[in-house]
C-alpha cells in the first residue's frame, strides 16, 4: 500500500489504478485464505478435543458406576472420581487454547524478531577515532566493490585527489559515478581495497565524524516533510536565521519570495510541491550552509534552466574555494573551470587530466565535448 500510494502520480498516469486494485485484492485474498485455513485447523482440532472429552466422561462414569455395582467402591468414591475426572478433562480444554495460543504467539514473535533485530552492517570500528581533517585528500587505494548481490562495478579501483582539487567525473549513465559518491560515504564498506581521507582509513574512522567532513547535493534529492527554512538548516542545525537566508540567497532560492509563506512554507511528503530545480536549490542551499571540507555534486545543476545554472555556477565556484570538490556532470560545459576531469567507463578510469590537456589530445573527453557542441549548435539551429 505504501508502495502504491507513494507513487500515486505514476499509478493514475499510467491508467493503473484497475491493475494495482488486483493486486491488492490478491494480496487480502491470500491472507484472507491462510487465515481461513488456519481457523478451520482450530476448529477441527477443537471438535476433536470435545469428542475425546465426551467419550473419556462417559467412560469414566461408566467405570465407576460398574465398581459401584459390583460394591467395589462407595458412592462416595463415585461422586469424587466423577466430578475430578469433568474438571481435569475441562481444564485440559483450557490448557490446548493456551498452547494453541503460545504457538501462534511464538511464530509471531519470531517473524518480529527476524524483521526488527536485523544487526546493522555497518559498524564503528571497535578502535574508530574521529576523523581529523587536514586538507581532505581523498584516495581510493584499489577499491574493488559490487553491491551485495550485485555484480562487480568496481575492480581494483584507484584514484587520488589533492586536498582542495576540484575534480569532474564523466562517464556513462549506470558507470558507477554515483556509487563512488556512497563509498566515499561509507554507505557500504569496499569488498578490497580501502578509501582513505587524509591519509585514514574511512572504515576506521566514526562514521558521525565522517559525514560532518562531507557535504553532498546528491542526484536524487529527498526533503523532508518540513518548511523550506529547516531543510536548508538540515545541513547546520544550529546556524542563525540569518545564515539560512544567505545560503537561500546564495543558492538562488528566489522562488521564495512568491511564496505566500517564504521560508516557511512546507514542501510536502519529501518535496512533491516543489518543482525539480526548487528542489535541487533546496539541496545546493543545505551544503552552502554545512560548510564540510568535502563537497560532492551529483548532477547538482542538471534540472535548472542554463540562466539559473550559470548564476549558481557562480555561488558555486565560491562554495568550491579551499575544499575538495567532486562533480558528476553530463553536462560537461559545467566541467569547464575544474583542475582535473575523470573520465570512468566499466568502473575504470579511461582518461584522467585537466580540461584543456584533455582537450588537446583525441581521447574520449574531446569526442564527448565535440559531441555535445554539435548538438547544442544544432539544437540553436
Ligand atoms: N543501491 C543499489 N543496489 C544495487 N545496485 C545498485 C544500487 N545503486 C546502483 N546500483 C547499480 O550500480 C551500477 C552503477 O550505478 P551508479 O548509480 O553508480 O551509476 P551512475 O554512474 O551514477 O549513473 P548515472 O549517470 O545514470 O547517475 C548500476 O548498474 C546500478 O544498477
Ligand atoms: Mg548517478
Redo the contacts with the bound molecule.
Keep these: 500500500m505504501i508502495d502504491v500510494i507513494s507513487n500515486m502520480p505514476l499509478v493514475r498516469a499510467f491508467c493503473g489504478i484497475g491493475h494495482e486494485h488486483e493486486r491488492f485484492d490478491a494480496t487480502v485474498n491470500r491472507e484472507l485464505t491462510a487465515r481461513s485455513r488456519s481457523l478451520r485447523y482450530l476448529e477441527k482440532l477443537r471438535l476433536l478435543h470435545a469428542a475425546i472429552t465426551v467419550l473419556l466422561t462417559i467412560a469414566l462414569m461408566a467405570w465407576a458406576i460398574t465398581l459401584w455395582q459390583k460394591g467395589q467402591a462407595t458412592t462416595g468414591d463415585v461422586v469424587l472420581v466423577c466430578t475430578l475426572g469433568i474438571s481435569i478433562l475441562s481444564a485440559t480444554r483450557d490448557l490446548a487454547v493456551a498452547l494453541v495460543d503460545v504457538t501462534q504467539h511464538v511464530a509471531r514473535l519470531t517473524e518480529a524478531i527476524a524483521t526488527l533485530l536485523v544487526p546493522h552492517e555497518l559498524r564503528d570500528h571497535p578502535e574508530a577515532e574521529p576523523l581529523v581533517k587536514s586538507g581532505a585528500a581523498i584516495a581510493f587505494n584499489n577499491v574493488t566493490f559490487g553491491?551485495?548481490?550485485?555484480?562487480k562495478?568496481f575492480e581494483r579501483f584507484s584514484l587520488r585527489l589533492q586536498p582542495g582539487q576540484r575534480v569532474g567525473l564523466v562517464?556513462?549513465?549506470?558507470?558507477?559515478?554515483?556509487?563512488?559518491f556512497?563509498l566515499l560515504q561509507r554507505f557500504y564498506d569496499v569488498d578490497e581495497g580501502s578509501v582513505t581521507i587524509d591519509g585514514q582509513d574511512i572504515s576506521k574512522v566514526t562514521q558521525l565524524s565522517l559525514r560532518e567532513a562531507i557535504s553532498v547535493v546528491p542526484?536524487d534529492i529527498s526533503l523532508f516533510h518540513r518548511s523550506i527554512r529547516e531543510n536548508i538548516r538540515y545541513g547546520r542545525p544550529n546556524a542563525t536565521d540569518d545564515e539560512v537566508l544567505r545560503a537561500a540567497i546564495a543558492a538562488r532560492c528566489d522562488f521564495v519570495e512568491s511564496l505566500p509563506d517564504g521560508l516557511d512554507t512546507m514542501v510536502g511528503d519529501r518535496g512533491v510541491k516543489m518543482s525539480g530545480g526548487q528542489r535541487q536549490r533546496i539541496a545546493i542551499a543545505r551544503a552552502f550552509l554545512k560548510d564540510a571540507p568535502i563537497l560532492l555534486l551529483?548532477?547538482a545543476t542538471a534540472a535548472l534552466d542554463s540562466e539559473s545554472e550559470e548564476a549558481i555556477r557562480e555561488a558555486l565556484s565560491r562554495l568550491m574555494r579551499g575544499r575538495t570538490v567532486i562533480a558528476?556532470a553530463?553536462r560537461l560545459a559545467t566541467l569547464r573551470n575544474f583542475d582535473r576531469v575523470v573520465v570512468?567507463r566499466n568502473g575504470k578510469i579511461i582518461e584522467d587530466g585537466s580540461p584543456e590537456r584533455l582537450m588537446q589530445g583525441h581521447g574520449p573527453y574531446r569526442e564527448l565535448v565535440t559531441r555535445e557542441m554539435s548538438r547544442l549548435a544544432q539544437a540553436a539551429a
Design positions: 553491491y551485495p548481490g550485485g555484480e562495478i562517464g556513462h549513465s549506470g558507470g558507477g559515478k554515483s556509487t563512488l556512497t542526484q551529483d548532477e558528476i553530463h570512468l
